[in-house]
């Protein structure tokens, strides 16, 4: 069965440091996805940053990294730079079989960051 | 740029009562999807839709649940009998290949 862990619910960070949200998984399908969304306390879910399985690199986009470690099951973002908008619940999500018809995304218990300036 | 749009933004109903949720795609989405997050909690994934039937489903999603998509535009999200529990923020998504989902801005649903 799929399995997102988010171990941290809540993390602190000083404004203009970076961060690394822990997320974990756990599936026996080779192919699938993972992903990072923000959810600022206005409560929209904004894509931030998406690694697939077979993928030899890890994802970035912009200040947003992904530290994918395959053997590991991890899959932690990394913000550079932080600033105080960054401060917001981040969600860790995977989804199973892609490319193969599979749809269903399931989601962490979320972090929430807060930036202090 | 193009964004996922929900309708309405919150909608107030009493227990028992139908209720539908709307969506607006990304017009050259194929597949499309609902979740639900209750106050406070993570995102649960509801149902998936693809070349206009269901593609995969959550044990959430029982039969007092369905999706439509009526036009070729619109995603409808309908709850026949709404009971207290359904209470939540329900996030309507489309992505256009299998690896970036964009949501909409939720609709806020409360059951009296």
């Known amino acids: 069965a799929q399995k997102i862990t988010q171990t941290q619910p809540g993390m602190f960070v000083q404004e203009k440091e970076a961060v690394t949200l822990d997320c974990t998984y756990d599936t026996s399908d080779p192919s699938y996805g993972l992903f990072w969304y923000k959810q600022p306390s206005s409560g929209e879910m904004i894509f931030l940053i998406y690694?697939?399985?077979?993928?030899?690199q890890n994802a970035t986009e912009g200040r947003y990294s992904l530290n994918f470690q395959k053997a590991r099951k991890s899959a932690n973002l990394v913000i550079s730079a932080s600033q105080l908008g960054d401060s917001a619940m981040y969600f860790c999500a995977m989804r199973e079989g892609l490319g193969t018809g599979g749809f269903k995304t399931i989601f962490g218990a979320g972090t929430r960051l807060f930036v202090k300036a | 740029e193009p964004e996922v749009t929900q309708t309405p933004s919150h909608q107030v109903t009493q227990m028992g009562q139908e209720v539908i949720l709307r969506c607006v795609p990304i017009s050259n989405h194929l597949y499309f999807y609902w979740y639900r997050q209750i106050l406070g909690q993570k995102v649960e994934f509801l149902v998936s839709?693809?070349?206009?039937?269901?593609?995969?489903k959550s044990e959430i999603f029982d039969d007092q649940f369905s999706v439509e998509r009526p036009d070729g535009s619109n995603f409808t999200l309908k709850i026949r009998s709404t009971k207290l529990e359904d209470s939540a923020m329900y996030f309507c998504?489309?992505?256009?290949?299998?690896?970036?989902?964009?949501f909409g801005p939720g609709t806020r649903l409360t059951v009296t």
């Open positions: 690694q697939g399985s077979y993928d030899q």
């Open positions: 998504a489309s992505s256009g290949i299998w690896n970036e989902q964009y």
């Open positions: 839709f693809y070349n206009n039937e269901i593609s995969e």
